[in-house]
T-cell receptor, first 115, second 115 residues
């Protein structure tokens, strides 16, 4: 069974700073997908970024980028030029591309961006 | 932008009572999921549903749980006889197709409290 671990329950940075959220996972699969979802206060989870394991290039979406280290089973999220609207719970998730394609989540990291 | 909606946002019930949690997935989506998050714990997969049948369920999803798509728009989760440990946030999600490239879109959740 796959497991996802986020070791930082909470983080706090100043607006405009760069912040990195950590995620590690455990799997015996060779092909899989990894995700970062963001859940703002009292709002639904929305997808921030996706990485396919067979792609060596790290995914980027505007100010969001990942550092995917397949051998180390590490998948960190970097937020550059952080904004107040980035304040949210961030979940790392794993998915096998076969079957029901359910998401396996980490515990989440609560990120606060301070003005 | 289309969104997944869930009703009610909060529900309080007595132990042993039946509850039905409702979800309206995005209209052209074909794959549906329920997840739950007990306070302070990870978001956990409960069940996936496609083509009017369950495609995968977790160990949590025992005989007390059932899902249904009674019409073309709603997707429901029923708990027949609630237990204290069913208190959690329940999230519905939907996806357009079976491609792993397709994003799972989440609803805002229903917070269930069993007394």
């Amino acid at each position: 069974a796959q497991t996802v671990t986020q070791s930082q329950p909470e983080m706090s940075v100043q607006e405009a700073e760069t912040v990195t959220l950590s995620c590690t996972y455990d799997t015996s699969e060779s092909n899989y997908y990894l995700f970062w979802y963001k859940q703002p206060p009292s709002r639904q989870m929305i997808l921030v970024i996706r990485q396919e394991a067979y792609k060596q290039q790290n995914a980027t979406e505007n100010r969001f980028s990942v550092n995917f280290q397949k051998a180390a089973k590490s998948f960190s999220l970097k937020i550059s030029d952080s904004q107040l609207g980035d304040t949210a719970m961030y979940f790392c998730a794993f998915m096998k591309p076969q079957g029901a394609q359910k998401l396996v989540f980490g515990q989440g990291t609560r990120l606060t961006i301070n003005p | 932008e289309p969104e997944v909606t869930q009703t009610p946002s909060h529900q309080v019930t007595q132990m042993g009572q039946e509850v039905i949690l409702r979800c309206v997935p995005i209209s052209n989506h074909l794959y549906f999921y329920w997840y739950r998050q007990i306070l302070g714990q990870k978001v956990e997969f409960l069940v996936s549903f496609y083509n009017n049948e369950i495609s995968e369920k977790s160990e949590i999803f025992d005989d007390q749980f059932s899902v249904e798509r009674p019409d073309g728009s709603n997707f429901t989760l029923k708990i027949r006889s609630t237990k204290l440990e069913d208190s959690a946030m329940y999230f519905c999600a939907s996806r357009y197709s079976g491609s792993p490239q397709e994003t799972q879109y989440f609803g805002p959740g229903t917070r269930l409290l069993v007394l």
